[in-house]
């Protein structure tokens, strides 16, 4: 990325080098602290500027992080003794989260000790207790969770959301996502005009809901002034494809967009295997493809693109799969890296504001323009 | 399949086999008629007891049905110099469509010359041409299209609807499509007792939209006597999955849901053949592996699972991938002859029409507890 120089949330050490804290929830994930501080373990190696709060109970954590020569020194530990389960409804979790290594988590963010949280944990209790602490950024209506989506583009990757922060959202909100979704191409994937889709179920412009010809024509009246280009409506197709960068939805849709793309990836990975198992011969076949199906399946590997990002609030949460092994721990810490390098947090909420602003002058504007008419 | 003996919409031939006439659009195909006859040709290969009516332009068509010896005798010819383009609007159609080779299709099972039509055209234009000319089954509110998923259950494919008749659906609706889904489920994989679940972003009760929570109740209130099992919530993973053989839901998600996973089938496909032209080592590789790579892609390839049934209409219609080729029409063309085989289209009608009186006896009865609560 070329793009990563101009930020703030970061100290600098005695080397001069910028030094970047991520905090990461080290409970909660279905494989236990173990596999997060593996994770991290790998990525402090990968990155000798980055340095972690990691949360959870002292003692256990205390044991695994002093296995690992890499976060020597690197990682502080804050005790928190509660633990938000998978099965924890958000509404419980938002009454009686606090002393939780979620909730403490995001609390470093907020004292702005960290930059970028982390946490395998539970979706809808980490987007509730973010939006809690946190707080959304001023001209935010509903936050929303961005995934990098591979596609055939080559930067490689696409942006899609919101894949589940709330199921609902009205033209507005996805004119916020587009904007949101521009943002995050433009920092995490080093794209100057990312182009932008709207996802509905045919590209003409006739088709799908009326709400969503309202968001089309707001999205493509902004599209100038907030520098991205909208190419219309996308059909799912798209969401792995070229003709966009950026895919912007509600959050039922894309969230059922997104299990259904990993469900069939993984059906096609376990089809493979058993093609390559099938009989001595085809065993035998598998040993000569060892090295470009490793290449293969790094590429699609979804725990090297794992971590959906919290778009919307006033710090950055990057949410890893609930099942992330070491490989997808160090891949989510890897992006909340990139983003805490890019100072995303502030370009984005610099963005938003922008937007509202422009949105409150237009609104004057055209209450001006209904005066001036009213008046002819 | 062994189900299939007790049908009645077929005719018997010389020597006492039952004969199966499917009627097929020409027309419309992104490929041509060429690429149709081709495919019908392989189809009437493969099943001796299959007889076609083409719908078309007479003289190119005789041509083309020339040249395949296997359709010799077997391929009556309708005059239609009408073509429904893919840029057609359904709505213009409904209004010209009179004339052209899908309206003639149609038309051959309205009659009941055929049992089932098969067209690559204009799905939108398909659907609303269907409706007019074949109206929806009595107690039908919103018909479907149904499709056929690879997934990781021993039948090896689940069924899914709406993928896109209508993007929108109500509790009712929804209860409709279990049940023929259900119908679909028994009698195109054979599946005594289908499970049934319906799409959310979650398989938590509490989820979702209210409208999702009262199609949820009115479906399991109906599973035992529309001897379907029901597995509640299911999520975008489990449509290539194997909790249930049938996923319900609007027509929006579920269309978006399907060309999301064709998309990411395609570009996992794309990747795999960049993998093996890398270089000459993983080109040689490739030599080794063409016998287990072709299984594999037979198991997935999207031609071989090709089309989607609309199903609540006095007749069934199989519409192809307008991008079919033979192989594409010819998959079609065996599920159509599968279904007509079947008499799924009288099957499908009973259940309808039992439900459709169930649901009155029921309301009936609701009508005589209310009186009783009222008297007491």
């Known amino acids: 990325m070329t793009s990563l120089k101009d930020h703030s949330a970061t100290t600098q050490d005695e080397t001069g080098s910028e030094r970047i804290v991520i905090s990461v929830d080290a409970m909660g994930g279905d494989r236990g602290p173990a596999a997060v501080v593996a994770g991290i373990a790998h990525s402090a190696k990968k990155n000798p500027t980055l340095d972690f709060i990691l949360h959870g109970p002292e003692d256990e954590l205390k044991k695994l992080v002093k296995k690992r020569?890499?976060?020597?020194?690197?990682?502080q530990i804050r005790d928190?003794?509660?633990?938000?389960?998978?099965?924890?409804k958000p509404s419980q979790v938002m009454r009686n989260g606090k002393g939780t290594s979620m909730w403490s988590a995001l609390e470093s963010v907020k004292q702005k000790e960290a930059t970028v949280a982390v946490s395998c944990g539970n979706t809808g209790a980490l987007m509730a207790l973010s939006m809690i602490r946190l707080r959304k950024l001023p001209g935010i209506n509903r936050p929303a969770i961005a995934i990098l989506w591979p596609s055939s583009n080559p930067q490689g990757f696409n942006v899609m959301l919101d894949v589940g922060a709330d199921i609902r959202?009205?033209?507005?909100?996805l004119l916020q996502y587009a904007l949101m979704g521009t943002s995050y191409a433009r920092n995490g994937l080093d794209l100057e005009v990312p182009r932008v889709g709207l996802l509905n179920v045919g590209t003409e412009e006739n088709k799908g809901f009326p709400e969503l010809k309202e968001a089309y024509n707001l999205i493509a009246a902004n599209a100038d002034r907030a520098q991205f280009e909208f190419v219309g409506y996308v059909e799912g197709g798209d969401i792995p494809g070229k003709r966009c960068d950026v895919i912007?939805?509600?959050?039922?849709?894309?969230?059922?967009?997104l299990k259904t793309g990993e469900g069939t990836a993984k059906l096609i990975g376990d089809q493979l295997r058993k093609t390559f198992t099938h009989s001595f011969l085809s065993r035998l076949a598998a040993m000569f493809v060892v090295s470009p199906m490793r290449r293969f399946q790094k590429r699609i590997d979804p725990r090297r693109v794992n971590g959906g990002v919290f778009l919307g609030l006033n710090g950055t949460v990057v949410k890893s799969h609930g099942s992330a092994d070491a490989t997808g721990v160090s891949a989510a810490v890897k992006l909340a890296f990139e983003l805490a390098q890019a100072g995303f947090g502030e370009r984005l909420a610099a963005r938003v504001a922008s937007a509202a602003e422009l949105a409150q002058n237009d609104a004057a504007a055209d209450g001006r323009d209904a005066q001036d008419k009213s008046k002819t």
Do not use: H, P, Y
């Open 69 to 75: 020569r890499s976060l020597d020194g690197r990682c």
């Open 80 to 88: 928190a003794e509660g633990v938000v389960k998978m099965t924890d």
């Open 169 to 173: 959202a009205d033209a507005q909100d």
């Open 248 to 257: 912007v939805t509600d959050g039922f849709t894309g969230n059922i967009a």
